[in-house]
């Protein structure tokens, strides 16, 4: 789904970065070049190069003439048209590249063990650049800042505001902030003095930067980066506060940044003469303006959104495209109005997920959730190898010791001197403090990344004389933070006993105990007269229960929305999985001889049948006329996945459950229809993974109930030749799985060469010994065209489909033919069941559900 | 006025001991309970149930009844209070109190102890030591009759799944025909070993007094 919309912003994505990407003609050459070696092996020599440049004007000039030449005479049946293809080739063959990198990196979990993903992108990037810089003698390709806030950085923080944990996000929202605003402005204050200091000081030797230009490059190396920190903190996964705090941090600096870049920069550009305190208030007010004006921009895009999902029920398949273009439109009109884009779609996504996840349909808020982790994981890859590339450049590196050395320092200093200062005002007020070792990890955690560069660039050289010193600097920072302090960063985590995040289980009674955490709370509050975080969260919820639901619910949806509910649910369906899963495990039917699923599938059966499994507890709330049997239903299936046995629902067989399972099941087959056009996609419209299992499964199992009703000939019948068949083939059969293949063919020949009327005996034979062994591994075939019908064997005018070759393989234990028999049911199975000595099993499947 | 200001800062006192609220707090406190029980000695049932915005509590009964358990006076006394004075009254609230950045972490174990312990009485509303299934099962739907569209029938059944759950996870070899009675406090504290109560189950009270910043109420 959203294929279009994935496309189609792709493809912007594509022009615009080729057009800026590749500049020079010198271009095709070395991505050929590249492809070849950053895919495969970099050290060997190239057996085959590609030197397009070489060839590149006369080859075109004649391939024009050619081509005016054709257009004179004839037509040409194929013409190379490199130039008309050129600038989304070149994107799409660097993705490709990226992601071939990714794939390298990630294949080796030793590495990334010791050495995060992103630290390691980089260097796959240096490696890159080496070979452009070695085809071409110069750089031709590097992260060019509109490329990376235009393209890049929209989708990761589109995603991280999607998936953004907002109540812990709101509840430490005090201390991001002051981390944020304060944090940020000390570390850009600091850092521009000292360096302005140093250099009176006479530690820089002879470069030509004044105060306030020092002061523009603090501001620019201030802000810890969103993108380093997710790429190195997700890896180390510290408890949830301080993962928040940092993140957090990192999302919500981008407002000051801006801002005091944008300030900055205008002073630079005004001179230091110019300043007065009017201008200085001015700067102080837009970041008012342009913190919040950002914030509440994508406030309302995401309001809009979620009105939009409101109403998408009609084109559900485009419906997941709705969230990424207004999202990235958001961070667009915030980037045209000169507010802070990056607070603009943050906001954006976190106000509309909670409304979309419950307005759109499951598939949808899928597939969201899929390309956006596409989008963002993709894009973070192309940055930090575009980082590593963009170092392999000559004209850039302007090297001062002083400069770049104390540039370092002090950002390591201010960082962790900024920190321990503010969480020590923090900690006065906070009712669960931040350890000190929380603490030297945040401060280690100041990550910079791709955003401190971008503004590097951004710089303009003719006012800013030193500007490729300030690049390159920024670079090395960029290199020390992510690669030296990312890679430090997990032993240093496990060195200080940082309080680790725990893989949260959800299991239903801590869902319920939350739940009364929060009632009790604001019981408490309310008695002890107390207006504390409680009651103000109450007062919000209440609000949003009230108001905005109402407006951006789909009312279907509002009833959906009890989290304890929704746990429940989810544990049911987790269930539902692992007793297929199970089952397919032990590859049999044994699996629903388990009493306590035998009660699903009652309920089901005072139930249509064309329910989808899933669906049976999503369909929980609505009353039911069986609600009798439902208050069995629901527990038990919690207590299968938990392994619990002591429910006492003890029944002698599964035959009931055999039966039901296989009524609807077979049933829901017919849904199950792959029918084909751009717009609809409705293949298990409302079923999921687990019904197409079992419906994969209880097909070929039906399948092979079929013929197994053919077992009714007794063997007697059979010639000598094809009794000796079987006998030879049985033992080969159990190792060796048939596909339909070249064994049944002898087979069916050595039928016809005894002339026997039909081929049915020697089937049957193998019938007799074949349990299923694994069903779902049956070719998934459509049900209603006859199955694997040789055509020799279609014309022996068979009535009934023959079972799938490969299932005759599947030879195993006969215990399961005892329990298979009580499917094979026919009027012809009393016989079958007389010749095996089998209890005559009830008739269980009517043929009409076929 | 003089002599009761001075009994009631002597009381103070003893109370910053025992419950561990500063001064301040406490003074805040008493305000509030003045307030609630209309400048009586004690407070009944009927006040707390007055207020307006307890009213939407889905657990208002089970939170109103622990105000007046015995056993959360830590006497190692049974049974009910008909009313409870100013004293009884910040006992119960002391069970809110956030840890400083001074607690040691045994005072952390302890305070953490008499929060589940509170918790624990909460649910277990006969007072038996046990939660069974009926006291658990109203607590759930307690919770659930928020939400209309979730009827009874599934607040039981997800109470009984919980309860399942715990059984499972505090007696893993049960046979299919025993019958778990209930859950005890040692599984509770089980249960509930992963919940960060510390850091969840407090209230912020301050040293100002917000009581009458409150419209309305």
């Given amino acids: 789904m959203a294929e279009q919309w994935r496309s189609a912003l792709l493809l912007c994505l594509l022009m615009a970065a080729s057009s800026l990407a590749s500049t020079g003609t010198t271009a095709p050459a070395s991505t050929g070049n590249d492809t070849e070696h950053g895919t495969g092996t970099i050290n060997t020599l190239p057996i085959v190069t590609w030197k397009w440049h070489h060839v590149e004007v006369p080859y075109l000039e004649s391939h024009h003439e050619h081509g005016g030449g054709h257009n004179a005479t004839g037509i040409a049946i194929v013409s190379f048209k490199w130039h008309h293809v050129e600038s989304p080739y070149l994107v799409a063959v660097w993705i490709l590249v990226c992601f071939f990198g990714k794939l390298l990196i990630e294949a080796n979990h030793k590495i990334t063990n010791y050495i995060p993903e992103s630290a390691l992108l980089i260097c796959f990037g240096f490696i890159l ?13 590097k992260l060019t800042p509109t490329v990376f806030f235009f393209y890049l950085l929209p989708p990761i923080m589109l995603d991280t505001g999607y998936s953004m944990p907002n109540k812990l996000f709101f509840t430490n929202l005090g201390a991001i902030l002051i981390h944020a605003v304060i944090g940020t402005v000390w ?3 600091t850092l521009g003095l000292s360096l302005w200091g140093c250099h009176q000081g006479g530690a820089m030797g002879n470069i030509e930067i004044g105060l306030l230009q020092y002061l523009l490059y603090g501001s620019l190396m201030a802000a810890v980066d969103p993108v380093a920190v997710i790429a190195v903190f997700e890896q180390v996964h510290v408890n949830e506060v301080l993962f928040i705090l940092v993140f957090g941090e990192s999302l919500l600096n981008d407002g000051v940044t801006v801002v005091l870049f944008n300030v900055f920069d205008a002073f630079v550009s005004l001179g230091g003469g110019a300043i007065d305190a009017k201008e200085i208030i001015k700067g102080i007010v837009s970041f008012f303006v342009v913190a919040f004006g950002g914030s509440l921009l994508g406030f309302v895009f995401g309001l809009l959104m979620s009105l939009l999902s409101r109403c998408t029920k009609n084109v559900q398949i485009i419906e997941p495209g709705f969230i990424f273009v207004l999202g990235y439109l958001s961070y667009l009109t915030a980037e045209m109005l000169s507010l802070s884009s990056i607070l603009s779609v943050v906001f954006c996504g976190i106000c509309c997920q909670k409304y979309m996840n419950s307005n759109m349909n499951e598939n949808s808020i899928q597939t969201v959730r899929y390309a956006m982790k596409v989008f963002a994981n993709g894009s973070e890859t192309m940055i930090f190898v575009f980082l590593g590339i963009s170092a392999i450049d000559k004209a850039i590196w302007v090297w001062n010791t002083g400069f770049i050395l104390l540039t370092l320092l002090f950002i390591l200093i201010y960082r962790f001197i900024g920190v321990f200062i503010l969480t020590w005002m923090l900690n006065r007020y906070r009712l669960v403090p931040i350890s000190f070792v929380d603490q030297i ?39 020390f933070t992510v690669i030296l302090q990312g890679v430090t960063m997990k032993p240093l985590v496990q060195w200080l006993k940082v309080k680790r995040a725990e893989i949260a289980e959800i299991t239903l009674i801590e869902k319920v105990q939350n739940k009364v955490f929060d009632h009790m709370l604001i019981a408490i509050e309310d008695i002890s007269g107390q207006i504390g975080d409680n009651y103000m969260r109450n007062k919000w919820r209440n609000f949003e229960e009230k108001w905005m639901s109402r407006l951006l619910l789909k009312p279907s949806a509002r009833k959906q929305q009890d989290h304890l509910y929704n746990v429940f649910h989810q544990l049911n369906l987790q269930d539902a999985m692992e007793y297929v899963k199970e089952g397919e495990r032990r590859g049999s039917l044994e699996f629903i001889r388990n009493e ?12 249509d049948y064309e329910e989808a499994m899933p669906d049976i507890m999503a369909d929980m709330p609505s009353n039911d006329p069986v609600s009798t049997c439902r208050r069995d239903v629901l527990p038990t299936v919690s207590l299968e996945m938990h392994e619990q046995n002591m429910r006492g629902l003890r029944e002698a067989e599964g035959i009931n459950a055999h039966h039901l399972l296989d009524q609807h099941l077979y049933k829901g087959r017919k849904q199950h229809r792959y029918r084909y056009s751009r717009s609809h996609l409705d293949i298990n419209q409302d079923e999921n993974e687990v019904q197409e299992i079992f419906q994969r499964t209880m097909r070929s199992r039906l399948e092979s109930f079929k013929s197994g009703k053919m077992g009714v000939a007794p063997p007697k019948t059979i010639t000598k030749h094809t009794k000796r068949e079987p006998q030879t083939k049985m033992p080969n059969g159990k190792n060796k799985p048939y596909h339909s293949g070249d064994e049944d063919f002898e087979f069916s020949e050595g039928d016809s060469a005894s002339g026997y009327d039909t081929s049915f005996p020697t089937r049957v034979t193998y019938r007799a010994g074949a349990g299923i062994e694994n069903p779902a591994f049956m070719p998934d075939l459509d049900p209603s065209s006859p199955l694997h019908i040789p055509p020799w064997l279609a014309d022996a005018g068979m009535e009934v489909n023959p079972v799938a070759p490969s299932e005759r393989a599947q030879v195993r234990t006969p215990g399961y033919l005892h329990r298979l028999s009580s499917l094979r049911t026919n009027a012809r199975s009393g016989e079958t069941a007389q010749d095996r000595d089998l209890p005559t099993p009830p008739p269980h499947r009517d043929d009409d559900h076929l | 006025m003089g002599a009761t200001q001075t009994h009631s800062e002597y009381q103070y006192e003893n109370m910053v001991g025992k419950t561990g609220f500063s001064t301040e707090q406490i003074k805040n406190l008493h305000m509030r309970f003045q307030q609630l029980c209309g400048n009586e000695k004690t407070l009944r049932k009927e006040h707390l149930e007055n207020i307006p915005t307890l009213a939407d509590n889905p657990i208002k009964t089970e939170i109103i009844k622990a105000f007046f358990d015995k056993r959360n006076q830590h006497n190692n006394e049974l049974g009910s209070y008909e009313e409870i004075g100013f004293e009884e009254f910040l006992m119960v609230m002391s069970h809110f109190r956030p840890p400083s950045i001074k607690t040691s972490a045994e005072e952390k174990a302890a305070m953490r102890k008499r929060k589940v312990r509170f918790l624990f009485n909460m649910h277990d509303t006969d007072g038996d030591g046990k939660i069974t299934l009926e006291e658990y099962r109203k607590i759930v739907e307690g919770l659930l009759s928020e939400s209309e569209s979730i009827g009874q029938e599934v607040a039981r059944a997800i109470a009984d799944a919980a309860m399942l759950e715990v059984a499972s996870t505090n007696v893993p070899n049960m046979g299919p025909d025993d019958f778990y009675e209930g859950i005890t406090l040692e599984h509770f504290e089980q249960i ?9 189950m407090y209230v912020r009270f301050l040293d100002m007094n917000t009581a009458n910043l409150r419209c309305g109420k």
Avoid: H, P
């Avoid at chain 1, 650049?129 to 390709?141: L, P, R, S």
């Avoid at chain 1, 401060?443 to 690049?471: F, H, P």
């Fill in chain 1, 129 to 141: 650049g080496g070979i452009v810089w070695g085809a071409d003698k110069v750089q031709t390709f």
């Fill in chain 1, 596 to 607: 306590s699923a035998f009660v699903d599938f009652k309920k089901k059966l005072g139930e």
């Fill in chain 1, 187 to 189: 570390n850009a204050a």
């Fill in chain 1, 441 to 479: 990890i945040m401060g280690y955690g100041g990550l910079r990344g791709a955003v401190a560069y971008g503004l590097a660039v951004n710089l303009n050289e003719s006012k800013i004389k030193e500007k490729n010193l300030m690049v390159c600097t920024t670079l090395l920072v960029v290199y």
């Fill in chain 2, 192 to 200: 509930l070993k992963d919940l960060e109560m510390e850091s969840r």
